[in-house]
């Protein structure tokens, strides 16, 4: 290229660059004009009152990036027992389904601690929406914030405890999502889940809650058959002694001996505890109990007032394969009766 031409290219592209320098000092001032708006609109947003995120009665307490996103959350997760009544009770009704179904992960906590006030101040008052209500804290269950799931764990317990077997018709819902987060790794989701399960065996009457259990007890996912044992274990002396026998101690064995085979130990320790029950009761109400009387090897024979009375080890035999009743009398008799099963 001749030295001509090489001063012309410099020439256009000196010019070019000017022109673009001045096109952009052209538009610099908007821009920046722009940013200054916009800076003052994300201000008076920031400042509003609608969007600063609220304190849930107290209990949730939020520091905010932008008008939008919330960071930082800390929540204080208060004791049914130091819950105070809400402010206005036909206001909270009116807003109960809209707040626990909202987008804005607050505001469903905010809710949620409101089902658990007019559950211990007012059960009356939501009866009528109780279904409605338990749906939506089971949708609350499978939130991945831990906030939300831990505060709907919370109230399920209060639900527990307010209605009893006035829930049963809806308790699958809770019941599903409660076996599992009471057995993930989350530890005090997993705490605070076992806690509501506790509770659910405690206030559901075991003839509506076992029923309810059974299926999860065959559950492909060994956690939840074990944590499904547990509550049935800890259900099942609810019933009391007649009680079991009007439910049926065979089926009662039965599917406890199910269990004493199973992959976790949880599951094995729980249908240990619940055969050591019904041993118990069976005993006691057949008489076969006698201390002051020593029997043969420690045997327990048949009762001589009522020769049809059969002893535990032959009620095993009779309701159980033979395996499982092997498996059930280890559990339930001492080693010198375990050769007497074959």
């Known amino acids: 290229m001749s030295e001509k031409a090489l001063r012309d290219l410099n020439t256009i592209l000196g010019t070019e660059r000017k022109n673009e320098d001045s096109s952009k000092a052209c538009l610099s001032k908007p821009s920046v004009d722009n940013a200054v708006e916009n800076i003052e609109e994300w201000q008076k947003k920031n400042n509003s009152p609608s969007l600063v995120s609220p304190a849930v009665n107290g209990n949730l307490a939020v520091t905010a990036n932008s008008g939008a996103e919330v960071v930082n959350p800390e929540v204080e997760y ?198 050591l029950e019904l041993q118990n009761v069976y005993e006691k109400s057949h008489d076969l109990i006698k201390p002051a009387t020593p029997t043969v090897n420690n045997e327990h024979t048949v009762n001589e007032e009522n020769p049809e009375v059969s002893s535990w080890e032959s009620f095993c035999q009779s309701k159980l394969s033979p395996l499982s009743a092997q498996a059930v009398l280890r559990v339930t008799t001492s080693i010198a009766r375990e050769g007497l099963v074959s």
């Open 78 to 275: 208060i004791e049914s027992e130091n819950l105070n009544d809400v402010d206005d009770i036909d206001t909270c009704l009116k807003t109960l389904l809209a707040g626990l179904d909202s987008k804005d992960w607050v505001l469903v906590c905010d809710t949620l601690n409101n089902v658990r006030r007019l559950s211990i101040f007012h059960k009356e008052a939501m009866l009528d929406m109780l279904g409605d209500v338990i749906t939506s804290i089971a949708k609350s269950l499978k939130s991945p914030r831990s906030a939300v799931c831990k505060t709907a764990i919370m109230t399920s317990a209060d639900i527990f405890s307010a209605y009893n077997d006035l829930i049963i018709d809806s308790l699958d819902p809770l019941l599903v999502q409660l076996l599992l987060k009471s057995s993930q790794d989350k530890r005090f989701v997993c705490e605070a889940a076992e806690k509501a399960l506790i509770s659910m065996t405690i206030w559901i009457s075991p003839i509506s809650l076992l029923p309810k259990l059974q299926p999860y007890l065959k559950n492909k996912n060994p956690r939840i058959r074990a944590k499904a044992s547990m509550c049935f274990s800890r259900s099942v002396p609810q019933l009391g002694a007649e009680g079991i026998k009007t439910y049926g101690i065979d089926k009662l064995i039965q599917v406890a001996a199910s269990q004493l085979s199973d992959q976790l130990p949880e599951s094995r320790e729980a249908a240990r505890t619940l055969l």
